[in-house]
């Protein structure tokens, strides 16, 4: 089994060499943002003390969303298709286009098996690295999100066992396209066109009808990261869910005297004058000054609460493992049926 | 041509065609039409026919790689269809383009197979692979053409296989390379008892070694027999000399004078060699096939 193993990897060791050191790069890059930004208690300095105190420790905090958390964060949400796609297409399209299979195919009396052998190494090396790296994305993630500042849905998939699911589903579709079409090129493109459009479409539209049930309308947009169109998550504490939304349906509305006297607490002023004679183009996840627009110039979104985001988790992981699982069965009776070349 | 036709005739055949058809879905053209085929156990047979005249995708539907789109094969009695892992346990296959995974060593190539197939002799292929001098630790990218193609069939021999199919090895051979694997192929069958069918569109490649033979033309078996009864069945004659029902074809020898092979023992006319033969039931398979797409007209 090992042996079979190392010579899955020797076959292929131009992808797993990428593989390998992409997400080595990535893991080490992620540990060393997620250091820094734990070094600088965000919880404990910037949301805390007197205004001018915490001011530079912000304005780090800042930066580093900005750049290389930013960074690492987009790093997080590609590695897992990309690594998929790479370590996947090759297992049987490579061995089709070169005419290997005709060798492997007449010596295995069970074409299953061969495939298990190829596709276990391969699994395990994506599982072994994608489990690392979620780890590690989890704990960017939790130094980054605090106060507040509440999750993103379009970075459902950067951290945890969302990543490793996405990253398996991936693959699971690159060792199908790569054992139907039994070119590399065309089955990378191919793949890689399904898996995108999974994680821009299809992931969205299922956030999207799970919306329909748990989102409510609110007026602000305090604590709201972008989603895709009007997705978002809030933090919970400054709703209150007794009062009706704008479509006369039991919702959640901005509760401006709660989040006034926060703001006042953590900044010693109102929002307003912290956000427009300081720096208005603030996002969200900075921690005491938030963009807030004028109650006359409101506009109203559909959020849903922050409590609910790890809900979303598992629907990802639901759906992609059924994705992936489907793909990974599916190859199987192409890999019986087809011909070697 | 070696004494191996004069063996008594086992009664099962180590490979079976019946009635086998095979059409290509994507260019709509049949490669295989009602092929009727039986290789005797323990035989070296050639599959001798000229390029495209199905000889590959007979033997690819014997190790499973194709489904027939009509008729049976069997291997050892066992239909591929409905048990290929028992007819591919059965087959030692080298194919046409000896494909070998170029980054890999012999050495691990041999690995490979161990781990692919149970009963694999490495012990074995190393010891043919040190009388080849092809060193375990050269990368298969590295070989020549003859190397590569000793590798293949050192490892199919060594799957210990009691069939070995082989298409078109010597293809891109040069001679002296072609004269070691087919010493190599008879020594390992001959010493094993085992059956080899060896396709190959040079009949001089073969005659030196198989001891049954069966021509393809046009997707059909025009002829199948020991080569030696083959060729003692046989005359060459003047065209229009003898009986219309007797002749197999007409044809024009090397030098472009046509003759005539006859189903005929007639100590007056001369035999013909192989290559005669041969050419004389590929001409009967072309006009065959003309006149039927001349009625089909």
């Given at each position: 089994?090992?042996?079979?193993?190392?010579?899955?990897?020797?076959?292929?060791?131009?992808?797993?060499?990428?593989?390998?050191?992409?997400?080595?790069?990535?893991?080490?890059?992620?540990?060393?943002?997620?250091?820094?930004?734990?070094?600088?208690?965000?919880?404990?300095?910037?949301?805390?003390?007197?205004?001018?105190?915490?001011?530079?420790?912000?304005?780090?905090?800042?930066?580093?969303?900005?750049?290389?958390?930013?960074?690492?964060?987009?790093?997080?949400?590609?590695?897992?298709?990309?690594?998929?796609?790479?370590?996947?297409?090759?297992?049987?399209?490579?061995?089709?286009?070169?005419?290997?299979?005709?060798?492997?195919?007449?010596?295995?009396?069970?074409?299953?098996?061969?495939?298990?052998?190829?596709?276990?190494?391969?699994?395990?090396?994506?599982?072994?690295?994608?489990?690392?790296?979620?780890?590690?994305?989890?704990?960017?993630?939790?130094?980054?999100?605090?106060?507040?500042?509440?999750?993103?849905?379009?970075?459902?998939?950067?951290?945890?066992?969302?990543?490793?699911?996405?990253?398996?589903?991936?693959?699971?579709?690159?060792?199908?396209?790569?054992?139907?079409?039994?070119?590399?090129?065309?089955?990378?493109?191919?793949?890689?066109?399904?898996?995108?459009?999974?994680?821009?479409?299809?992931?969205?539209?299922?956030?999207?009808?799970?919306?329909?049930?748990?989102?409510?309308?609110?007026?602000?947009?305090?604590?709201?990261?972008?989603?895709?169109?009007?997705?978002?998550?809030?933090?919970?504490?400054?709703?209150?869910?007794?009062?009706?939304?704008?479509?006369?349906?039991?919702?959640?509305?901005?509760?401006?005297?709660?989040?006034?006297?926060?703001?006042?607490?953590?900044?010693?002023?109102?929002?307003?004058?912290?956000?427009?004679?300081?720096?208005?183009?603030?996002?969200?996840?900075?921690?005491?000054?938030?963009?807030?627009?004028?109650?006359?110039?409101?506009?109203?979104?559909?959020?849903?609460?922050?409590?609910?985001?790890?809900?979303?988790?598992?629907?990802?992981?639901?759906?992609?493992?059924?994705?992936?699982?489907?793909?990974?069965?599916?190859?199987?009776?192409?890999?019986?049926?087809?011909?070697?070349? | 041509?070696?004494?191996?036709?004069?063996?008594?005739?086992?009664?099962?055949?180590?490979?079976?065609?019946?009635?086998?058809?095979?059409?290509?879905?994507?260019?709509?053209?049949?490669?295989?039409?009602?092929?009727?085929?039986?290789?005797?156990?323990?035989?070296?047979?050639?599959?001798?026919?000229?390029?495209?005249?199905?000889?590959?995708?007979?033997?690819?539907?014997?190790?499973?790689?194709?489904?027939?789109?009509?008729?049976?094969?069997?291997?050892?009695?066992?239909?591929?269809?409905?048990?290929?892992?028992?007819?591919?346990?059965?087959?030692?296959?080298?194919?046409?383009?000896?494909?070998?995974?170029?980054?890999?060593?012999?050495?691990?190539?041999?690995?490979?197979?161990?781990?692919?197939?149970?009963?694999?002799?490495?012990?074995?292929?190393?010891?043919?692979?040190?009388?080849?001098?092809?060193?375990?630790?050269?990368?298969?990218?590295?070989?020549?053409?003859?190397?590569?193609?000793?590798?293949?069939?050192?490892?199919?021999?060594?799957?210990?296989?009691?069939?070995?199919?082989?298409?078109?090895?010597?293809?891109?051979?040069?001679?002296?390379?072609?004269?070691?694997?087919?010493?190599?192929?008879?020594?390992?069958?001959?010493?094993?008892?085992?059956?080899?069918?060896?396709?190959?569109?040079?009949?001089?490649?073969?005659?030196?070694?198989?001891?049954?033979?069966?021509?393809?033309?046009?997707?059909?078996?025009?002829?199948?027999?020991?080569?030696?009864?083959?060729?003692?069945?046989?005359?060459?004659?003047?065209?229009?000399?003898?009986?219309?029902?007797?002749?197999?074809?007409?044809?024009?020898?090397?030098?472009?004078?046509?003759?005539?092979?006859?189903?005929?023992?007639?100590?007056?006319?001369?035999?013909?060699?192989?290559?005669?033969?041969?050419?004389?039931?590929?001409?009967?398979?072309?006009?065959?096939?003309?006149s039927s797409d001349r009625r089909a007209a």
């Amino acid at each position: 089994m090992l042996r079979a193993a190392w010579l899955t990897y020797r076959m292929h060791q131009f992808e797993v060499l990428v593989s390998a050191i992409l997400m080595t790069v990535l893991a080490i890059s992620v540990w060393i943002v997620s250091s820094h930004v734990t070094s600088l208690d965000i919880a404990g300095t910037c949301w805390a003390g007197d205004r001018i105190s915490r001011q530079p420790v912000c304005e780090s905090f800042r930066e580093i969303a900005r750049s290389e958390a930013g960074y690492a964060k987009a790093g997080l949400g590609l590695v897992g298709p990309i690594v998929g796609l790479i370590l996947g297409v090759p297992i049987v399209a490579r061995e089709v286009e070169l005419r290997t299979t005709s060798l492997a195919w007449s010596l295995t009396p069970h074409r299953g098996r061969w495939l298990l052998s190829r596709l276990l190494p391969m699994l395990a090396l994506a599982v072994a690295g994608f489990v690392v790296l979620g780890w590690l994305g989890s704990g960017l993630f939790e130094a980054m999100e605090v106060g507040p500042v509440s999750p993103s849905l379009t970075e459902v998939a950067s951290q945890g066992p969302t990543l490793v699911a996405r990253g398996l589903m991936a693959l699971g579709i690159a060792v199908l396209a790569g054992a139907v079409i039994g070119r590399t090129m065309p089955a990378f493109v191919v793949a890689a066109v399904a898996v995108i459009a999974w994680s821009f479409i299809g992931v969205p539209a299922v956030q999207q009808s799970m919306f329909a049930d748990r989102a409510v309308w609110t007026d602000d947009v305090n604590g709201y990261r972008d989603g895709i169109g009007p997705l978002g998550t809030v933090a919970s504490g400054e709703f209150d869910t007794s009062i009706p939304g704008v479509d006369g349906e039991p919702g959640a509305r901005f509760d401006y005297e709660a989040f006034n006297r926060q703001q006042v607490e953590m900044c010693g002023q109102p929002p307003e004058e912290t956000v427009f004679n300081d720096t208005p183009e603030w996002r969200s996840w900075q921690t005491c000054a938030e963009q807030f627009p004028y109650p006359e110039d409101m506009y109203w979104n559909k959020l849903v609460l922050a409590s609910t985001y790890p809900d979303f988790q598992q629907a990802e992981l639901a759906v992609d493992g059924v994705i992936g699982g489907v793909a990974f069965l599916l190859t199987f009776p192409v890999v019986a049926r087809r011909r070697p070349s | 041509m070696s004494d191996a036709s004069t063996r008594i005739m086992p009664t099962t055949p180590a490979l079976e065609a019946i009635g086998v058809s095979k059409r290509y879905r994507r260019t709509g053209s049949w490669a295989l039409l009602d092929a009727d085929l039986e290789v005797p156990e323990g035989t070296i047979t050639a599959l001798v026919g000229p390029n495209g005249a199905g000889k590959s995708t007979l033997i690819r539907t014997w190790v499973g790689f194709e489904r027939p789109t009509r008729g049976l094969v069997r291997v050892g009695g066992i239909d591929p269809r409905e048990d290929r892992a028992g007819a591919v346990a059965r087959i030692g296959y080298v194919s046409q383009s000896t494909a070998l995974y170029r980054g890999l060593t012999v050495g691990e190539h041999l690995t490979l197979a161990r781990t692919m197939r149970p009963g694999f002799d490495d012990e074995a292929a190393q010891a043919r692979l040190e009388q080849l001098a092809i060193p375990l630790s050269q990368k298969a990218g590295s070989l020549s053409g003859g190397q590569a193609a000793q590798v293949a069939l050192c490892i199919a021999l060594s799957t210990g296989a009691p069939i070995l199919l082989l298409d078109e090895p010597l293809a891109a051979l040069d001679p002296l390379a072609r004269h070691d694997f087919l010493n190599l192929l008879v020594s390992a069958v001959r010493e094993r008892g085992a059956t080899a069918l060896l396709s190959s569109h040079i009949v001089s490649d073969v005659e030196a070694v198989c001891d049954h033979l069966v021509v393809l033309g046009m997707g059909r078996v025009t002829l199948q027999a020991p080569i030696r009864e083959a060729i003692a069945e046989h005359r060459l004659g003047p065209v229009g000399s003898m009986p219309a029902e007797q002749t197999v074809a007409t044809f024009a020898r090397p030098g472009g004078e046509p003759i005539a092979l006859v189903r005929s023992s007639d100590p007056s006319l001369p035999r013909p060699s192989l290559e005669e033969l041969v050419m004389g039931y590929l001409a009967a398979a072309r006009s065959g096939a003309a006149s039927s797409d001349r009625r089909a007209a």
